[in-house]
């Protein structure tokens, strides 16, 4: 008996119309978005006198003299890690405040938690800006002037990481605690051992936010640091610009500087920036 010869199936196409203007869509968002790197770039291997000439994207002159500049007129390795010091440290108190606050919030009952959490909440309709003033007077008063721990202290509780977290928390079954605490596991070693775990996505993604937001952070740190050594990266490279007035070249290759680490981290853990969002809720708000 013989067996039937299999019959030959016309392969699909990988590519279907929607994906291909899909793909065209992104490729025109990215140039679009790339086009300020890729510009400032140029500026900063072009000459000053051929920056402000008629608009190119090539040098005509290709130097390195405006990126020595700027290291040469400041310390760029220690305010580096200034900066890295700072927020580091940072993301990784927001990290414990943040999860804590907002795991206490969504699972445990005590007197005055809708207050508490009104307080909390209120803290996302005030500007950093505004709490400048007390903050300082606070940070000077403990005598936390010109030290890490005054730029450090102050960024360590926002009230939207807290939110972020607390709305997470809410949405993992509890079913899974029950079974625990029926197995003997207490509060906290739920919470360290369970409910972190799951949490991963979520905690990663206010981490990157925290991190970018904590290296970003010029007015604060300018405020509480008078010594040059303390400078983080933005104050430091601010600093230079103002010594140099407006000098393009020198301004370009000191904003690319700054923002470097920054594109690192978004290119290494963009996957992560975008997971936690989806896992967060924040897409749909």
Same mark, same amino acid.
């Given at each position: +008996?013989?067996?039937?010869?299999?019959?030959?199936?016309?392969?699909?196409?990988?590519?279907?119309?929607?994906?291909?203007?899909?793909? #065209?869509?992104? !490729?025109?968002?990215?140039?679009?978005?790339?086009?300020? !790197?890729?510009?400032?770039?140029?500026?900063?291997?072009?000459?000053?006198?051929?920056?402000?000439?008629?608009?190119?994207?090539?040098?005509?002159?290709?130097?390195?003299?405006?990126?020595?500049?700027?290291?040469?007129?400041?310390?760029?390795?220690?305010?580096?890690?200034?900066? &890295?010091?700072?927020?580091?440290?940072?993301?990784?108190?927001?990290? !414990?405040?943040?999860?804590?606050?907002?795991?206490?919030?969504?699972?445990?009952?005590?007197?005055?938690?809708?207050?508490? +959490?009104?307080?909390?909440?209120?803290?996302? +309709?005030?500007?950093?800006?505004?709490?400048?003033?007390?903050?300082?007077?606070?940070?000077?008063?403990?005598?936390? #002037?010109?030290?890490?721990?005054?730029?450090?202290?102050?960024?360590?509780?926002?009230?939207?990481?807290?939110?972020?977290?607390?709305?997470?928390?809410?949405?993992?079954? %509890?079913?899974?605690?029950?079974?625990?605490?029926?197995? @003997?596991?207490? %509060?906290?070693?739920?919470?360290?051992? &369970?409910?972190?775990?799951?949490?991963?996505?979520? &905690?990663?993604?206010?981490?990157?936010?925290?991190?970018?937001?904590?290296?970003?952070?010029?007015?604060?740190?300018? +405020?509480?640091?008078?010594?040059?050594?303390?400078?983080?990266?933005?104050?430091?490279?601010?600093?230079?610009?103002?010594?140099?007035?407006?000098?393009?070249?020198?301004?370009?290759? @000191?904003?690319?500087?700054?923002?470097?680490?920054?594109?690192?981290?978004?290119?290494?853990?963009?996957?992560?920036?975008?997971?936690?969002?989806?896992?967060?809720? !924040?897409?749909?708000?």
């Amino acid at each position: +008996m013989t067996t039937p010869s299999p019959t030959l199936r016309k392969p699909r196409s990988t590519w279907t119309p929607a994906q291909i203007a899909l793909t #065209v869509v992104a !490729l025109v968002l990215s140039v679009i978005w790339m086009a300020p !790197l890729v510009w400032a770039l140029s500026t900063s291997l072009k000459t000053p006198a051929e920056s402000v000439a008629s608009p190119h994207w090539i040098p005509k002159d290709l130097t390195l003299d405006s990126w020595r500049k700027v290291f040469e007129a400041g310390n760029i390795p220690n305010w580096f890690v200034n900066s &890295l010091v700072v927020s580091v440290c940072v993301t990784f108190v927001v990290l !414990l405040v943040a999860s804590l606050a907002g795991y206490g919030f969504a699972r445990t009952e005590f007197r005055g938690k809708s207050v508490l +959490m009104a307080v909390t909440m209120a803290g996302l +309709m005030f500007s950093p800006a505004i709490l400048g003033v007390p903050l300082f007077t606070t940070v000077q008063s403990l005598g936390m #002037v010109d030290t890490y721990w005054g730029m450090i202290l102050p960024q360590c509780a926002p009230a939207a990481m807290v939110y972020i977290l607390y709305k997470f928390f809410q949405s993992l079954p %509890r079913e899974l605690e029950e079974a625990a605490f029926i197995d @003997g596991a207490g %509060r906290w070693r739920i919470f360290f051992t &369970l409910v972190l775990p799951l949490s991963k996505p979520s &905690l990663s993604a206010v981490g990157i936010f925290t991190f970018i937001a904590s290296w970003n952070n010029f007015l604060w740190p300018y +405020m509480v640091t008078n010594n040059p050594d303390l400078m983080t990266m933005p104050n430091g490279i601010a600093t230079v610009q103002n010594a140099f007035g407006i000098v393009w070249p020198q301004l370009m290759a @000191g904003g690319l500087i700054a923002g470097l680490p920054l594109i690192v981290v978004f290119v290494f853990f963009q996957s992560q920036i975008v997971r936690g969002v989806a896992h967060t809720g !924040l897409a749909g708000q």
